[in-house]
């Protein structure tokens, strides 16, 4: 938090204030289909308190949301949450379903039935309900979390920690 304000303190020391803006526009990329996510993206997540570089970040990104997809302004800081948020919130619905695999597997039920019957349900959706390896997040926290395999109903269970 508060990188772009650390940016624009360090431009500041050698620039004048009117030579430059600071914006804060995370990337929201899905790892295998991130050229696609970036020409056609869920949303625009833009954080600005200038006028000038509002109206420059809406015309760079008006190509690529001829759709209909939003661009949502805010200041630099609840950008910067905006992304640390829906990081931390993918990272626990996955590693919430980890944890239902492993109810299901010590009560008997099969945790794939499990996770067709609440992805069905629309207030929840289908999507990040599927087991994972590993959770690894490089933005500014590391998230590792205890995670289970459930190759052929056999399970391991391993935790990992970060320094």
């Given amino acids: 938090m508060g990188t772009a304000e ?60 001829r759709q209909g997809n939003p661009i949502y302004f805010m200041d630099e800081r609840s950008s910067e949450m905006t992304k640390y948020v829906a990081n931390s919130y993918l990272a626990m619905r996955i590693s919430y379903m980890n944890e239902v695999a492993n109810l299901c597997e010590l009560t008997g039920a099969n945790v794939d039935l499990v996770r067709i019957g609440i992805g069905s349900d629309s207030r929840i959706g289908k999507r990040f309900l599927f087991l994972v390896l590993v959770m690894e997040e490089a933005v500014s926290l590391k998230m590792c979390w205890r995670f289970i395999i459930l190759p052929n109903k056999t399970s391991t269970t391993l935790n990992c920690s970060t320094p």
């Avoid at 990337?27 to 600005?48: C, N, Q, S």
């Fill in 6 to 65: 650390k940016v624009a303190e360090v431009l500041g020391r050698k620039l004048a204030p009117e030579l430059f803006d600071v914006v804060s526009n995370p990337e929201f990329l899905r790892e295998g289909i991130a050229v696609d996510d970036f020409l056609k993206p869920d949303r625009v997540v833009i954080g600005t308190s200038s006028d000038r570089a509002r109206d420059v970040m809406n015309e760079l990104y008006q190509p690529f949301v």
